[in-house]
């Protein structure tokens, strides 16, 4: 069992940044990939980084790539979302999950089917 708890969130103005992280309990931390996926009002929630169990693969939604990092930290039990150049599009309830996904973990980490914990959510909202 792995209890997830999400942190970080907040209102800001386009082009700022924030640093979401999560906190996880349970002793096999480790052993599973981490993914950040988001969810917008009215929309289904979507994958938006992961991270494989050691922190050496990770993977972006292409709408993130280049602004926001995903790292973790093993050692802590904690997953971190850094997320720069924020844009109003970016708005939405930012949620941490683990799951054991498979390989290729460049391809399962974007599957919601393949993660098993989630957290509660932190909200992040972007202004002009």
């Known amino acids: 069992q792995v209890q997830l708890v999400e942190s970080g969130g907040g209102l800001v103005q386009a082009g700022d940044s924030l640093r979401l992280s999560c906190a996880a309990s349970g002793r096999t931390f480790s052993s599973y990939a981490m993914g950040w996926f988001r969810q917008a009002p009215g929309k289904e929630r979507r994958f938006v980084a992961g991270?494989?169990?050691?922190?050496?693969?990770?993977a972006y939604d292409d709408s993130v790539k280049g602004r926001f990092t995903i790292s973790r930290d093993n050692a802590k039990n904690t997953v971190a979302l850094q997320m720069n150049s924020l844009q109003p599009e970016d708005t939405a309830v930012y949620y941490c999950?683990?799951?054991?996904?498979?390989?290729?973990?460049?391809?399962?980490?974007?599957?919601?089917?393949?993660?098993?914990?989630w957290g509660q959510g932190t909200q992040v909202t972007v202004s002009l």
């Open positions: 991270i494989d169990w050691s922190g050496d693969i990770t």
């Open positions: 999950a683990a799951g054991l996904v498979g390989a290729p973990m460049w391809l399962r980490v974007r599957d919601i089917r393949k993660y098993d914990y």
